[in-house]
């Protein structure tokens, strides 16, 4: 493995669901490519999207010329085949390491699902069968899993797939609840991505903390 190269693949939701955050998820995700530029050590950047239809936006690019999300490359519609896009993400992402040399491959590879609902409509891939691929992945080839989903708990949903608690978070499908998603995504990958030990990437808890007592209070403001 390469040291000091960190491979950061993003599936991201675009189902009709994140209309109503569309713009704030375009903020969040751009300030994160943008967080991880000026970092030591090499890496690149994986988008894929999902609604019905799943699309590979880009692959490997470089994170100092990673293109950006606007109004023009992320527009959300459709259903959630949340199943079928983890399974053929996946899949791609296997396949383009593989080519490489093996000290050429990175030495971190963290896989990053952003969902704002539930699986609903996926034809291709059960759930168990993600659960044996993630597992798979994590034990042979130490990828990093983080699942992050509003409108459900998270901790439940990634545990359905193999995703520990310390690599899910809950996260509120408002413009304040992407602002912390975000800013916690965005210290996690810093840690992870700069750290000289292997251990896995772990949500920075004060930022959990943090995020659980607004969706708390939000939640009492309604009722």
């Known amino acids: 493995m390469k040291k000091d190269y960190c491979s950061i693949t993003v599936l991201l939701d675009r189902s009709g669901s994140m ?28 988008l894929y999207q999902f609604d019905d239809q799943y699309e590979v936006v880009y692959e490997g690019k470089n994170v100092k010329s990673t293109p950006l999300l606007n109004d023009e490359n992320y527009v959300p519609r459709g ?18 390491l593989s080519k490489l040399p093996e000290n050429e491959r990175p030495e971190k590879v963290l896989f990053v699902i952003i ?19 993630i597992k798979l992945q994590k034990e042979t080839y130490k990828w990093q899993f983080v699942f992050l989903g509003a409108n459900q708990d998270a901790i439940v949903t990634g545990a359905q797939f193999g995703i520990g608690k310390n690599q899910s978070y809950t996260y509120s499908a408002t413009s304040e609840g992407v602002h912390h998603l975000i800013g916690a995504i965005r210290s996690s990958t810093t840690t ?27 939640k009492t403001k309604t009722n």
């Open 192 to 218: 992870y991505r700069t750290s000289n030990s292997s251990q896995d990437f772990k949500i920075n808890e004060e930022d959990r903390e943090e995020n659980i007592s607004k969706i708390v209070k939000n």
């Open 19 to 46: 209309l109503n955050i569309k713009n704030d998820i375009i903020g969040a995700f751009n300030s994160f490519i943008d967080s991880q530029k000026d970092l030591p050590g090499q890496c690149d950047i994986s």
């Open 115 to 133: 969902t704002d609902g539930e699986e609903n409509s996926s034809k291709e891939f059960k759930r168990n069968q993600i659960f044996e691929m």
């Open 79 to 96: 259903w959630t085949r949340l199943l079928d896009g983890i399974g053929k993400t996946i899949n791609n992402l296997g396949v383009r």
